[in-house]
């Protein structure tokens, strides 16, 4: 497994949709931390090594930082405005968005709740490379990679894309979660 995943953390362009969850790139350890720990509660786990965790996903981030690799995100509004995580958390998580969006090789786009879209809202996605694309589920992760199913999700981000908002229009987006919290 840790093969696997060294192996889709040095692609050099990552895609990510979300329509539940900030993805992992630009996450805050607490609300990883908060991510695990609900998802253990959920699965009846007892899993001990969530600080380990929380470490590994953000060791991961290094990934991004030498500025060959490039990470477009697509998120929909309510993962901003989802009242998962106590208050704190979900704060500095929304605060740490408009920080981390203006890394130079990290796009952020937001899907209005109000925006006229031409995909619908699906799965939770990753894109690695032009090789790899991994579906989250509640029951398990799938992996896939035969050509023409990743097309159709390279069709899909695409498509979400075209409904998203950046830059100043999405830290407007961000602001308005922000205010609404506090």
């Not at 990470?71 to 704060?91: G, H, K, Q």
């Not at 809202?121 to 790899?132: R, W």
Request: charged share 25%; proline share 4%; aromatic share 10%.
């Amino acid at each position: 497994m840790q093969d696997l995943a060294l192996k889709l953390f040095s692609e050099p362009q990552y895609r990510f949709y979300s329509s539940n969850l900030v993805p992992w790139p630009l996450q805050v350890p607490s609300y990883m931390r908060a991510i695990m720990l609900r998802f253990n509660d959920f699965h009846q786990s007892a899993a001990s090594d969530v600080e380990e965790a929380v470490q590994v996903r953000v060791a991961r981030r290094r990934f991004l930082k030498d500025g060959s690799r490039s990470c477009a995100l697509i998120i929909e509004e309510s993962v901003l405005r989802n009242r998962l995580f106590d208050d704190d958390t979900s704060l500095d998580q929304l605060r740490y968005l408009l920080v981390g969006m203006r890394q130079p090789n990290v796009s952020l786009g937001i899907i209005p709740s109000e925006a006229r879209r031409i995909q619908r809202l699906t799965e939770t996605f990753h894109i690695y490379g032009e090789n790899t694309v991994s579906i989250e589920l509640t029951s398990a992760i799938i992996t896939i990679t035969q050509p023409w199913e990743i097309a159709l999700y390279v069709r899909c981000f695409n498509r979400l894309a075209g409904s998203a908002v950046y830059g100043v229009a999405a830290e407007e987006i961000i602001h308005a979660a922000i205010e609404a919290l506090e």
